[in-house]
């Protein structure tokens, strides 16, 4: 594959993501794996398998991006997920409006202004509740694939209610729903419902400005959108590969490094 | 034998130790001058001054291990009617500061666990559990921290205060005189409420001269007032110099030299240390110095500091040409210099302690924040949620929000604590501040 004239990495607590984007910022080439715990093996392996891909030997210009992005030394320059996920967002969609960041270790909502730049943003990153891993570690317990994890709640047709927002608290508040006979579906569907009620909270702090974005291996669950569309009563847009923004932004601000612009959606 | 003893001390707290302490100055200053022992790409070297100010503080905490063998010593809140007591002889030993200290020197979280182990509540501030951990485990940075005859608290901070001053009153014995501020409201305070916190200082006099000993010499608390009123106003004037860009002393410098004011305000030696601060500083701006190398963003920072990561934060500010210039928590020790009349010295004193900003409404402080936002030019905000200062963090949420609408400056809010470090997530706010700085260079 040729052609490829910018890349981005990004290294997040679950997944760990490579994108190339050609002229005009299009996504050309992507990569995906769990994050091992020694990450910068794991990235040089990447970026072999990204070379191998590509034909492009160097890799470069590489910006990155995540939590692990100062374990990126191939990096020509490292960027945090905000301004990654803002660049990917309004590429991906082309317009301003507000994002919704639900990743594994946290979550983010950024306001975009008309032409794609950060106007404000807020970070929940104290607390499990309200990312990936809230879901995560529940699917476990109730023996429920995370892929089919936003299906099986949407099927529900009651919906039990979880007081705790606390991840660990939800499974202790999940094992004694389940010995009062509480089905999976209706405490599937709950679980989502407290996710999506911290993640509105958040989004009140910076403000709503429509439309909304979701973004993040969250978005690929579609009981998450369904939910926040309900509880805002706004229309929830997913962009192209949600799981990829942030990598994907990474890319485009390299890509600008070079002195090209990304085209338009 | 004790008489061996007391000249031991004697020599110590006099002789040898101030010695020892302006010998290490001059090593300082040579330092300093040589221009070693400073690694930072992104920040200037501190004011030279700096040593001096590192030597009063320490000089002030060597007479304190042996204060107790000739004067009488009160611990006090940190804005609570100081001159008084200067007026009266006391030794002065204000817990909040020694709290900082273990802050700085990163003992506070295991003396925290002592006091947290002695059944105190983590969810309390952890200066007053940094200090009653030192109390009951007699560990301290400052080697000995000398007993009180006195404890005089004002509840012009913190609620916090009249509860941590009652324990030691308990665990101590001592008489506790607590002075009373009302919350002021709105832009004034009634009169009533000035006369109140009048008659409390007034009917104190008693108390405190039968303590100290001696008689309220009013000669002696004017000179007080009078020193207290030049501190205060070269403290604002040092500040206020940060309206030049590049800003010569950063807030993060600030937070270190305002130890004088606060625990030495009414002596001379501190206006002395703030008249030369003053022309340190002038020269800094006549050479265009500024406190961080490539200053490009200038900002504010509302709260405490977090005094065991003062110089990571500097750096990774300074890193993305971020300036601290302005502090609502610095600016705090100057901007009522005007309100002390060593001439109406028990009315001034009044007035003076009832207007801390934490003793005011929220909406004082925003409005403090949007004058700081035009009169240094600022282009952004910190906002420390600061987990054990409640009445200094809450509102933060509607502050960022409105300062965010109303001037258009961005704000950031940062959680963390001032002396616990373990409310404090390194890489978390590393990647908010990063992230800031990055929208600041949109």
Not at chain 2, 181 to 208: D, G, K, N
Not at chain 2, 357 to 377: A, C, E, P, V
Request: aromatic content about 6%; charged content about 20%.
């Amino acid at each position: 594959m040729t052609g490829i004239r910018a890349w981005g990495i990004d290294v997040g607590s679950s997944t760990t993501k490579i994108v190339g984007v050609e002229a005009g910022g299009t996504m050309c080439l992507h990569l995906l794996e769990d994050s091992e715990p020694r990450a910068e093996e794991q990235i040089v392996r990447m970026l072999q398998r990204a070379a191998a891909a590509s034909g492009d030997q160097r890799v470069r210009p590489l910006v990155a991006t995540g939590y692990g992005r100062k374990l990126v030394q191939q990096a020509d320059r490292v960027v945090t997920e905000i301004t990654c996920h803002a660049r990917g967002a309004y590429r991906a969609l082309g317009h301003g409006g507000t994002l919704v960041d639900v990743g594994g270790q946290d979550s983010k909502v950024i306001k975009l202004g008309p032409q794609g730049e950060v106007l404000d943003f807020a970070m929940n990153d104290k607390c499990a509740a309200g990312t990936g891993r809230f879901l995560e570690n529940t699917c476990r317990r109730l023996g429920v694939d995370l892929e089919r994890l936003g299906e099986v709640a949407l099927a529900a047709r009651d919906e039990a209610t979880l007081s705790s927002t606390c991840t660990v608290f939800a499974e202790s508040e999940i094992v004694s729903l389940l010995a009062h006979g509480v089905g999976v579906e209706p405490i599937l569907k709950g679980l989502h419902r407290a996710l999506v009620q911290r993640l509105v909270a958040m989004i009140h702090t910076v403000g709503l400005t429509p439309p909304l974005m979701l973004s993040g291996g969250v978005a690929r669950n579609p009981a998450v959108a369904r939910l926040l569309e309900a509880e805002t009563g706004e229309t929830v847009v997913v962009p192209p590969h949600p799981q990829l923004l942030g990598a994907f932004g990474a890319a485009l601000v390299a890509l600008e490094s070079v002195g090209e612009r990304p085209g338009k959606p | 034998m004790k008489a061996l003893g007391d000249l031991r001390d004697y020599a110590v707290a006099r002789v040898v130790g101030p010695a020892a302490l302006r010998v290490q100055r001059w090593g300082n200053q040579w330092r300093a001058w040589r221009g070693s022992g400073w690694e930072s790409a992104y920040l200037a070297p501190p004011l030279g001054v700096a040593v001096r100010g590192k030597e009063m503080v320490a000089r002030h905490w060597l007479a304190g291990r042996y204060a107790n063998r000739d004067r009488k010593v009160a611990w006090i809140t940190s804005a609570a009617p100081v001159e008084l007591l200067h007026a009266l002889g006391f030794f002065i030993v204000y817990p909040e500061n020694h709290g900082a200290i273990c802050g700085a020197a990163r003992v506070a979280v295991d003396l925290s666990c002592e006091a947290e182990n002695a059944g105190y509540s983590r969810d309390l501030c952890s200066y007053a559990r940094t200090d009653l951990g030192s109390l009951f485990s007699g560990r301290t940075p400052v080697g000995r921290l000398p007993m009180p005859d006195l404890l005089f608290a004002c509840t012009n901070i913190c609620q916090t205060v009249l509860f941590w001053y009652r324990v030691l009153a308990h665990q101590l014995r001592v008489p506790l005189v607590l002075i009373d501020t009302p919350f002021v409201y709105f832009e004034t305070a009634p009169e009533h409420a000035v006369a109140y916190v009048q008659r409390q200082i007034e009917t104190s006099v008693p108390v405190l001269e039968k303590i100290a000993g001696r008689s309220l010499g009013m000669a002696k608390l004017k000179e007080t007032g009078t020193l207290s009123r030049e501190a205060a106003h070269l403290w604002m004037e040092i500040m206020q110099r940060n309206a030049h860009q590049p800003a010569p002393i950063s807030v993060v410098d600030q937070f270190t030299l305002m130890a004088p004011v606060v625990e030495m305000r009414g002596e001379p030696a501190t206006v002395d240390f703030y008249a030369a601060m003053l022309r340190e500083v002038d020269g800094r701006i006549a050479e265009g110095v500024g406190a961080v190398k490539d200053e490009r963003h200038r900002l504010l920072w509302d709260n405490l500091p977090i005094w065991y990561r003062l110089k990571d934060v500097a750096e990774m500010l300074g890193a993305g040409g971020a300036a601290l210039v302005a502090s609502t928590y610095t600016n705090a020790w100057g901007e009522l210099a005007d309100l002390i009349d060593p001439e109406e010295p028990f009315e001034s004193m009044a007035r003076t302690y009832l207007y801390p900003i934490l003793n005011r409404g929220t909406g004082h402080k925003l409005k403090t924040m949007r004058r700081m936002i035009d009169q240094y030019s600022l282009d952004g905000v910190l906002l420390h949620s600061d987990r054990s200062c409640k009445p200094y963090s809450i509102g933060q949420l509607d502050q960022r929000d409105r300062l965010a609408r109303e001037t258009g400056v961005p704000a950031l809010l940062l959680e963390a604590d001032h002396n616990d470090s373990r409310c404090y997530s390194e890489a978390q706010v590393a990647n908010r501040v990063a992230a800031f700085i990055e929208t600041l260079e949109r």
